[in-house]
């Protein structure tokens, strides 16, 4: 850890004597891209770049990640916010998933809700800011029952803006393992809740940090060791993984992300977070009152 923190630091006055800014004006406009610090007008391309790499990967490398399990937890997630029109209800839901590429929870989400409540005419829009991306989900959707339907949309937007969404028009916002590649968290938080309806549900489902210190040493050791070496051995993309994991690294703990998806406006039930694996990954839930 202590030599991947002395690189980052090599890095950044590398990048710094590059922009040639002032210190006043890297920490007002610079930001993080996992543990190196680039101009914030910068990161959406970096992103955007890393993305494009994975893109034809990313299922694969999700089931590297995180040994299958990520699965399971959007599974979990699925049943756990139990979306679906009502035999007795006449308005249909609107559903947005957010970085929602391949399409895992949209799927997974209107699958749900046609098996459980028989609910064949809510809508579902993915957006991502990756056309790559966007593009593995929509092949992957000619493979579904969904193939060619005006129910679900696959379209190329910015989460922290979301400029083609209108005000107060959905009912569930999902995102899951998407959030921590935004620029600006706190206004992506502050989108979520302008595209959501009054009693709108914004759900989240991102890596988190681990409760077990003895748990936490054994996934850092696995997390900066081996998931790189597997991304380039899979994916023959070392950097973009090394990327991945540091930016599971920089992104906020469960209470500090609990407290953001509140001051966005949202009522938050409890304590705002469920766990899972022992803090691997998180549930955010919020509520737009």
């Given at each position: 850890m202590?030599?991947?923190?002395?690189?980052?630091?090599?890095?950044?006055?590398?990048?710094?004597?590059?922009?040639?800014?002032?210190?006043?004006?890297?920490d007002?406009?610079?930001?993080?891209?996992?543990?190196?610090?680039?101009?914030?007008?910068?990161?959406?391309?970096?992103?955007?770049?890393?993305?494009?790499?994975?893109?034809?990967?990313?299922?694969?490398?999700?089931?590297?990640?995180?040994l299958?399990?990520?699965?399971l937890?959007?599974?979990h997630?699925?049943?756990?916010l139990?979306?679906?029109?009502?035999?007795?209800?006449?308005?249909?839901?609107?559903f947005?998933?957010?970085?929602?590429?391949?399409g895992?929870?949209?799927?997974?989400?209107?699958?749900?809700?046609?098996?459980?409540?028989?609910?064949?005419?809510?809508?579902?829009?993915?957006?991502?800011?990756?056309?790559?991306?966007?593009?593995?989900?929509?092949?992957?959707?000619?493979?579904?029952?969904?193939?060619?339907?005006?129910?679900?949309?696959?379209?190329?937007?910015?989460?922290?803006?979301?400029?083609?969404?209108?005000?107060?028009?959905?009912?569930?916002?999902?995102?899951?393992?998407?959030?921590?590649?935004?620029?600006?968290?706190?206004?992506?938080?502050?989108?979520?809740?302008?595209?959501?309806?009054?009693?709108?549900?914004?759900a989240?489902?991102?890596?988190?940090?681990?409760?077990?210190?003895?748990?936490?040493?054994?996934?850092?050791?696995?997390?900066?060791?081996?998931?790189p070496?597997?991304?380039?051995?899979?994916?023959?993309?070392?950097?973009?993984?090394?990327?991945?994991?540091?930016?599971?690294?920089?992104?906020?703990?469960?209470?500090?992300?609990?407290?953001?998806?509140?001051?966005?406006?949202?009522?938050?039930?409890?304590k705002?977070?469920?766990?899972?694996?022992f803090?691997?990954?998180?549930?955010?839930?919020?509520?737009?009152?």
């Amino acid at each position: 850890m202590v030599g991947i923190w002395r690189s980052s630091l090599r890095q950044t006055g590398r990048l710094s004597r590059q922009f040639g800014t002032s210190r006043a004006v890297r920490d007002d406009q610079m930001t993080h891209f996992g543990f190196k610090t680039v101009p914030q007008d910068q990161k959406e391309s970096l992103v955007r770049g890393v993305f494009s790499s994975v893109a034809s990967k990313y299922d694969v490398m999700n089931d590297v990640m995180s040994l299958g399990i990520h699965r399971l937890w959007k599974k979990h997630l699925i049943e756990k916010l139990d979306c679906g029109m009502r035999p007795n209800s006449s308005d249909p839901l609107h559903f947005l998933d957010v970085a929602g590429g391949t399409g895992d929870i949209a799927f997974g989400l209107l699958d749900h809700a046609k098996q459980k409540y028989g609910d064949n005419e809510s809508t579902m829009v993915v957006a991502d800011i990756n056309p790559e991306m966007l593009a593995e989900g929509a092949k992957r959707c000619l493979s579904t029952s969904y193939a060619n339907s005006p129910r679900i949309q696959f379209l190329e937007q910015n989460g922290e803006k979301l400029d083609a969404i209108e005000d107060n028009s959905k009912d569930v916002y999902t995102i899951a393992f998407g959030i921590r590649n935004f620029t600006n968290i706190q206004a992506g938080l502050d989108t979520a809740y302008r595209v959501l309806k009054p009693g709108g549900i914004f759900a989240c489902l991102e890596f988190s940090q681990v409760d077990n210190q003895a748990l936490d040493y054994i996934y850092q050791t696995y997390s900066f060791s081996l998931l790189p070496l597997m991304g380039q051995l899979i994916a023959n993309d070392r950097d973009s993984y090394q990327y991945l994991v540091e930016s599971i690294q920089r992104f906020p703990n469960q209470e500090t992300f609990a407290n953001m998806i509140r001051k966005a406006g949202f009522y938050v039930p409890g304590k705002g977070y469920e766990n899972l694996t022992f803090g691997v990954a998180a549930i955010h839930i919020g509520v737009k009152l």
